[in-house]
């Protein structure tokens, strides 16, 4: 920002605030920001401009106490268009935006596996999303969705391949602590990820069989997990469990309840 402003201590020192004051600073650091702004903010700049204009045509017209010494940007490296685009997002995630583990949910042997988000809300007006959010979308994928109030939308990305793609698009802009947000949100859900690869089921057990579907595309099937659907299927329906000549020594592989 040129050098103008001041940044102090808020909220018993747990926060950091960067501010312009007076006429001169201020009118220019709206400028340098004003193309990233979205539509509110810009609502906001230019009632607060309006006001001092307003102050100034009723009163005596002086010279601004403050005049700020600009110190120049640095030489520009040919930066493209798309580089400033991921800039502007990770100040966006930066003020307004979540990485989490918002919900968890059990797998089918079991476990617990969380779920982990990306996500940055924004009120803009009934039914139509916050042009922010939208510039988002179209910077980093995921998608927008209603959150809470009428005019109140949420962009989000949810997975850890989208997070993490995510959190690497905006990693050199973003700060420290949204980045660590990122990281152990990435490790949480990964520590208890679920089992399934390609060698074994989401329960654990070896693939040992394949089906090749309508369109070509060829899955590996578990005859152990079809099994337990099935003894699933018939309990649900009061039928009795087959029993099996030779059951096996495996646990996960017994078919009929004792």
């Known amino acids: 920002m040129l050098g103008m402003g001041t940044i102090s201590l808020r909220n018993k020192g747990e926060m950091y605030k960067w501010v312009t004051r007076g006429r001169v600073a201020s009118q220019i650091g709206l400028a340098l920001m004003w193309p990233w702004l979205g539509p509110v ?109 009428p005019d109140d939308f949420k962009w989000v990305v949810e997975g850890s391949l989208n997070v993490r793609r995510v959190l690497e698009e905006v990693r050199p802009w973003l700060g420290h602590i949204k980045v660590a947000q990122g990281e152990n949100a990435l490790a949480a859900a990964a520590a208890i990820r679920i089992r399934g690869d390609s060698e074994r089921c989401v329960r654990g057990h070896l693939y ?38 030779s059951p096996s020594g495996d646990p996960s592989r017994v078919y009929a309840y004792s």
């Open 41 to 149: 903010k810009r609502v906001q700049a230019q009632i607060a401009v309006d006001r001092i204009a307003d102050q100034y045509q009723r009163l005596r017209s002086r010279k601004p106490r403050y005049d700020p010494t600009l110190i120049a940007h640095e030489d520009s490296d040919g930066t493209d268009d798309s580089c400033l685009a991921r800039a502007w997002a990770a100040g966006f995630l930066d003020g307004e935006g979540y990485f989490g583990n918002p919900r968890q949910h059990v797998r089918k042997d079991g476990s617990i596996a969380l779920r982990v988000r990306a996500s940055a809300t924004q009120h803009g007006e009934v039914g139509v999303p916050a042009d922010v959010l939208m510039r988002m979308h179209k910077i980093l994928g995921g998608r927008i969705e209603r959150h809470g109030q």
């Open 208 to 245: 040992d069989g394949v089906r090749v579907e309508a369109d070509g595309t060829v899955r590996q099937t578990c005859s152990a997990c079809a099994r337990i659907t099935e003894r699933e299927r018939r309990m649900r329906t009061g039928s009795k469990p087959r029993r099996v000549r």
